[in-house]
């Protein structure tokens, strides 16, 4: 059940030296792209620490892409593996808390590769389209007739209290 | 400390509650040993439903402020610990959220990797392993029509949360249970009014493998083993032995107890200053140490290796995380 009116938003972590250069060149070259992720520079793929990924789904992301240099071509040497090896122990554990693995996404994109970082964009948001809105925080705002019990609460002690005095 | 205590005029007041908690908390207060004759010079204890018989109403009838120091263990599971908490909010100077369960959530937060109807169907639900009988299937109400009135329950929530996503907390005490001595240096910084910055946590700011007496090398990890898996040996760092040690991301504080004793940590006394996630923390250390640059093989050491993730990296801090719990739309699936 696709969603047409659902527009996902998408929080994008690119490395500075490539996919971010490649998100740069996706748009002087005027390559055609979903409007729905913001970009966040990172100075390595490395950087991104998987508190940055529950944050932006806490804070109402729908979908989250890392993108680093290819492997091998990390401007930190070894970096991006790093990268790898976090993203893949988040993913696990993401999904043991029901996030839907396709939520999340880890991508390599040299820096001449724009029109590739195009593509995995745009299938990230197609594939977040087609799974819905993740609406994170209503998980635990709602805490079913909290209000209401509390008020009962405090008339049932404010009876008490009448008995008493 | 004695002197200090005796030269006041008047006692303070002083009290200790418990909300979703296992009663651990209590104890470890008592392991202060004869030092709680200080306490006791220090402080009236006006309440602490554990070992004194007090009377909530006695504090709804207190001044504001009233209260020098609470002591507030356990998670916020239902309406009623909602209440407690913001009454003795309210009623007490200084707030210390005392141990995990008030801090992070601890064990009852991992509740929230379900709902209050799954919950009610593990427990009560005929036929399940905890409630073998019950033919009507009986769940606890809210409201319950008797021929006297009507009598409530509080309501048992979807979301464990912690105290400090409830009212706002004056400082937090780390460790399920915490310390004695850290315990009694908290004790002391409050009747002495040396308190540090309002919401910081007292305790040490390094790592449990700081305090760690065990041989370190390189860590390079092929393969995760469960604690029954192997014996490790008592010298070598455990997570080095393919042990899930959380020292690298647990603050210090306990004097590494469980690795002294061969035992990986698991991580009881949550993250280190300027600590988002603990989890996240955690994971991020964890994946240092894997020796693979190939995908395949690092998803089949982590699968393999690491059957519970969030039971193994959010442990004790589920409810206190970034996500607080699992997402409700795929609870039992
Ligand atoms: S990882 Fe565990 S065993 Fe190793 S040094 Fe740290 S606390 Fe000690
Ligand atoms: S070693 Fe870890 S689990 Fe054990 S008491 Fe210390 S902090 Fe807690
Ligand atoms: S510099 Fe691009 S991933 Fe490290």
Redesign the interface.
Known sequence: MVNENFEPKIVGFCCNWCSYRAADLAGTARIKYSPNVRVLRVMCSGRV???FV??A??SGADGVLIAGCH?GECHYI?QN??A???Y???K??LR????EPDRVRLVWASAAEGQQLAEAIDLLVADVRKLGPLK?PG??T?????E???E???K??EE??EV?T | MTQTVEKKAAKGKLAIYWAASCGGCEISILQIDAKILDVDAAFDLVFCPCIADGKVRDIEKMADGEIDVCLFNGGIRNSEQEYMARLLRQKSKVLVAFGSCASEGCIPGLGNLNDRKSIFETVYHQGSATAPENPQNIYPQHETKVPEGILYLPVFYDTLKTLAQTVDVDYFLPGCPPEADNIWKAITAIVEGKLPRKGSTIGVNTTVCEECKRKRNEKKIKKFYRTWEIIPDEETCLLEQGLMCCGIATRAGCGALCPAVNSPCIGCHGPNEGVDDYGARLMSAVASVIDSNNEEEIDRIIAEGIPDPVGTFYRFSLAGSLLRRGSKATVGK
Do not use: C
């Open positions: 620490d998987p508190s529950m944050k789904l806490a492997p070894e593996y790093k790898m090896r976090r893949s122990i988040l696990h554990t043991a808390m029901g996030v994170w998980n635990w709602e805490n079913g007739q909290r209401e019990a509390l009962t609460l405090l049932e002690h008490a209290f008493l």
